[in-house]
């Protein structure tokens, strides 16, 4: 019998897939869409306040199966979060489909990161950190080549946003916070948020093919 972490890892991966291969995407659609986004995704160093100040993650270049199936847990209340629920709701398949085709291809012009060891390695303490969750199990080694596009690319992101997002695998019971996911949510708790803190500030240091465009009428 297969281990159940494996199996729940296996039919995630079943469900990533199957939920964006039927919706044909269009990057050129998806650029007029955007403009929904680009207040605060095209703003290069832009902050939210929510729940706390942090950056809004750099979505340039990130797998496009993982931009749609945040946005539809999003959209389904699997993820807390007042604006971002609000915008997903109004968004059909197409819509979230063609959104990510066109943050995907904002990435072509950004370096690509060797697979591999990560050109920084982290100290002895955050190595053992990653190493109990085997967080590169399925991000990657280098946390920039997940085992499937509907796990996003982190090396690279800003880091005090993974620092809140991995904080909000944690939460219960809160009706504005927290990510419900089973197998993230068991990979957090097990961390303190100091602890969280200091993987997610190495990871975020590391070189990734993440980024963000400022968009035209924004420069």
């Known amino acids: 019998m297969r281990p159940l972490h494996s199996l729940a890892l296996s039919l995630m991966l079943m469900s990533g897939a199957f939920s964006t291969a039927a919706v044909a995407q269009d990057a050129k659609a998806g650029e007029g869409k955007a403009q929904l986004c680009i207040g605060c995704h095209g703003i290069v160093g832009y902050q939210a ?3 706390e100040i942090h950056k809004v993650p750099k979505l340039a270049g990130q ?16 993820r807390l ?13 197409q819509d979230m489909a063609d959104l990510a085709a066109f943050y995907e291809a904002q990435g072509k012009g950004i370096a690509p990161v060797p697979a591999g060891a990560p050109q920084k390695a982290p100290t002895p303490r955050v190595a053992e950190l990653l190493k109990k969750a085997n967080c590169a ?28 997002a991995l904080k909000a695998y944690q939460v219960d019971g809160n009706p504005l916070v927290g990510r419900k996911n089973p197998i993230m949510g068991g990979m957090a708790r097990q961390y303190t948020h100091a602890e969280l ?5 190495y990871i975020g240091s590391l070189p990734g093919s993440l980024g963000t465009v400022a968009q035209p009428s924004l420069r």
């Open 49 to 51: 306040s929510f729940p």
């Open 137 to 164: 199990s399925c991000h990657g080694e280098n946390f920039n080549t997940p085992i499937s596009p509907s796990y996003p690319k982190i090396s690279g992101q800003h880091a005090d946003y993974l620092y809140v």
């Open 197 to 201: 803190k200091e993987m997610a500030a």
């Open 81 to 93: 979060h007042p604006s971002m629920r609000g915008i997903a709701a109004t968004l059909s398949d």
């Open 63 to 78: 797998n496009a199966p993982y931009i749609v199936a945040a946005l539809a847990a999003y959209k389904k209340g699997e």
